[in-house]
Structures are given as C-alpha cells and as structure tokens.
C-alpha cells in the first residue's frame, strides 16, 4: 500500500506555542520510530513504539516532548511550550518487526519555531 | 555508544563517473541501511545489507561486519543521484537507527 505519510508537512509555531505532529505509518508495521534531523546532519533517534508500547524513549529531549501511538496504528508527536532549538525535521519511520527491520521513513514535517 | 563515520563528506562528480561511499562503525550491528536523501528531504531506502552483498541496477553494496564497515558504489552515475547518502545501524537490537554524517554528492551535467 502507501509509504509512510505525515502531516503537517510545514508548521510555523511562535515560541511558546504547543504543536502537534501526526504519522501514519505502512498498514501492517507493528513498529513506529520517531527522529529529528537538525539541518546539515543526520536524523537522530527520539522514541520507539511497538504497538502501542512505547519500548524506548531516550531520544526525547526534554519532558516537553511527548509522543503516543493509542491504538497501534498513527502517532502524533507533540512539543510543548516550543523554543527556537526545537526547530528542526521531525522524522517518522516504521518497520514490520518481528525481525523484519527494515525503516521506511515518511517525508517529515519541517518545523520552525520563531 | 557507537559511532558512525562516513567518508568521503562531499564529493563531486562528472554525469558518467563512479563513484565509492564508505562507511566505517565501532561496534557490532544487527542492522544496517543505506538512504538517499533527495533534495526534497525524502528518505529513499536503497539497501538493507547487515553482511554480504547486494546490487539494485547502477548501484552496488557490501557490508565486510567483521571488520566494520560497508561500501556503496554508484556506477555511470546520474544528476538525479545529486543528494546526501546516509548510512544507519542498529547496534544490537535496540530497534533504533544511528545514523552517520552523511556524504553530499553533487552529480554535474
């Protein structure tokens, strides 16, 4: 079916300003990754779903950054009281699991905070 | 944690020529995958190749895991190969990716 979708794909946000970020990952992928590519580098790790376990967050920043996935399928990453070094692409991946490894990444949602 | 280095960070390139991206990590991996970000920002999976060898038309891929590090060779390359070319591991199963620097390539007309 379709790739990794997300939305949206721009979002300007004045400092302060709560945002939210929304991926659909591939129908069928149990796992569910989100990153932060900062411009110039490469994405790095934020926090991991299995289902609707989210196994690992040691990427997140700071408690600002909250990510859910409730039933398993899309997740919404969402900021808090954004700041200027939040401004970054915010990355989504997912992968079938079990072994099957593989990421498939969506498009990014380009976030920049004034 | 591990660390990743990619070589070489810029390279540029006549339309036709071949070209060799290196990727070098310090600890053993159950995972590594090869991206093209293209000037779009889109992260497009080229290779999945934790060990052995593996080749998609004018593109080309070996991961040695034994000694750390894996190969992508671009052959006749094309302007639409113009992007960054990133390598990510998995270090032991942690279900996370780590990714290198990245090697910008410019392909010239």
């Known amino acids: 079916g379709a790739g990794v979708s997300q939305s949206p794909r721009y979002k300007v946000a004045k400092r302060g300003q709560d945002v939210a970020l929304r991926c659909d990952p591939i129908s069928g992928h149990v796992s569910l990754f989100w990153y932060q590519q900062a411009l110039g580098q490469g994405p790095e790790f934020l926090t991991y779903?299995?289902?609707?376990?989210?196994?690992?967050k040691s990427g997140l920043p700071s408690d600002r950054f909250f990510a859910e996935r409730p039933e398993g399928s899309v997740s919404t990453l969402k900021i808090q009281r954004t700041q200027q070094e939040d401004s970054a692409v915010y990355l989504c991946?997912?992968?079938f699991g079990g072994g099957r490894n593989e990421q498939y990444f969506g498009p990014g949602t380009r976030l920049t905070v004034t | 944690g591990i660390q990743v280095e990619q070589s070489p960070p810029d390279l540029i390139l006549q339309e036709g020529a071949n070209s060799t991206l290196r990727c070098n990590f310090s600890?053993?991996?159950?995972?590594l995958q090869w991206f093209h970000q293209n000037p779009w920002g889109q992260l497009i999976n080229l290779f999945y190749i934790p060990s052995g060898t593996k080749q998609n038309g004018r593109l080309s891929a070996t991961t040695v895991a034994t000694e750390r590090y894996s190969l992508l060779y671009i052959s006749s390359s094309q302007t639409t190969d113009s992007g960054v070319y990133f390598c990510a591991v998995d270090p032991g199963g942690y279900n996370k990716l780590i990714f290198g620097a990245g090697t910008r390539l410019a392909v010239h007309p």
């Open positions: 600890d053993s991996v159950n995972n």
């Open positions: 779903f299995q289902n609707e376990a989210q196994l690992d």
């Open positions: 991946a997912s992968s």
